[in-house]
């Protein structure tokens, strides 16, 4: 097939373009690099043998979409291009909505002009806000807690009532589950901009001593060592979903129309101090940790119930929780400030 990604340059984007040249697809990369670097198309050629396109663009230039679709000839997106930090998306609402709504927005329209209706999305486990029970399964009730969460949730409204409307299109809603890690070869991974806001990158940060210490926020919650318990599921597993649900769409079985929600993580929750203990064994030091009040808004625990992505695409995510800390510290060795710096 041939491919377009967007936000193809970013983090879980560029682990996503290298699986999908891995199985023999072609991708484009679209990306307006606010959050990436065109290194990382360069560190994927280095790794696949052969350099995906890449166009400079943002989804919101309208114009510019079209016409890249216009003359792409393309069999499917996968549409992961989005501004991610919940914190940010707090302080600053308009920003949130307009590049996660709008830039949707102006994808599917574009999608829609041009005749292609094959999509996978790149959602989120935050659409689910304060599970009522784990494991989460996709029929949980869902809703947000924060713009960011609300822009996932939003899109994935807009694409189902886009189906209802047109039964041509073909939709995948990806939910992820907290992805970390880095691609086994040390070529591909995260580049954090300033302070990291998620637990791994962090810890990175404080082995290579540019945070004093980990920040454990709260370890009063009602789990079995007290800290809050999350799904991290390695970037890689993760990328080859997308493969995988881009091929199912593709298909003739009854998967390959309408619209399909799968959860993506492993089913398995790990606390924040199990965190820490697989990343000190894999950087091989003790970390410095600090334990600060509950932030709010935070949960105690979730988990995801992977079952029906196991059986609709056959996919189960393979890596365990040592195994996301050893590939995320070569990452980092390799890459101390990002591809830049590698
Ligand atoms: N990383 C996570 O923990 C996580 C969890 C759940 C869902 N997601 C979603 O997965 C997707 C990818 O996340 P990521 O971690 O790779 O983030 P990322 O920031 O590394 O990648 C996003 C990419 O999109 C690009 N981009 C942003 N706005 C754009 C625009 N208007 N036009 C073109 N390109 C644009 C950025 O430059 C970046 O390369 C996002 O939609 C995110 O919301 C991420």
Request: aromatic share 8%; glycine share 10%; net charge negative.
């Amino acid at each position: 097939m041939r491919v377009l990604a967007t936000g193809g340059a970013g983090y879980i984007g560029s682990h996503v373009v290298a699986a999908l040249l891995e199985a023999g697809h072609e991708a484009t990369v679209v990306d307006n690099f606010s959050n990436s670097s065109p290194l990382a198309v360069a560190s994927i050629a280095e790794l696949c043998g052969h350099r995906p396109q890449c166009v400079e663009l943002d989804l919101l230039d309208v114009d510019a979409l079209e016409a890249l679709l216009q003359g792409g000839d393309f069999d499917g997106v996968i549409h992961l291009a989005g501004l991610k930090a919940v914190g940010e998306s707090v302080a600053q609402p308009l920003r949130y909505y307009e590049a996660n709504l709008c830039g949707s927005l102006n994808l599917c329209r574009a999608m829609q002009r041009v005749g292609l209706r094959r999509l996978v999305f790149s959602s989120s486990a935050t659409v689910y806000g304060e599970p009522q029970s784990v494991p989460v399964t996709e029929d949980a009730p869902t809703g947000a807690t924060n713009p960011y969460g609300w822009s996932k949730y939003m899109v994935e409204q807009l694409l189902r009532d886009i189906a209802t409307a047109d039964a041509g299109w073909h939709t995948a809603l990806l939910r992820y589950f907290n992805p970390v890690g880095a691609h086994p070869s040390g070529r591909l991974g995260e580049e954090t901009r300033g302070e990291a806001a998620n637990l791994m990158p962090r810890l990175a940060q404080v082995a290579t001593g540019r945070l004093p210490n980990a920040t454990i926020y709260g370890d009063d919650y009602p789990t079995p060592d007290g800290t809050g318990i999350r799904d991290y599921i390695h970037v890689w597993d993760l990328a080859i979903a997308h493969v995988r649900a881009l091929e199912v769409l593709a298909g003739d079985t009854a998967l390959s129309a309408g619209v399909h929600t799968w959860n993506l993580g492993t089913g398995r929750g790990y606390s924040v101090r199990e965190v820490i203990a697989a990343f000190e064994q894999a950087c091989s030091r003790s970390l410095p940790q600090q334990v600060l009040p509950r932030r709010p808004g935070d949960i105690a625990a979730i988990y995801a119930d992977p079952s029906r992505a196991e059986r609709d695409l056959g996919w189960r995510a393979k890596r365990d929780l040592v195994q996301m800390a050893q590939d995320h510290w070569r990452w980092q060795q390799g890459h101390p400030a990002g591809y830049e710096d590698g």
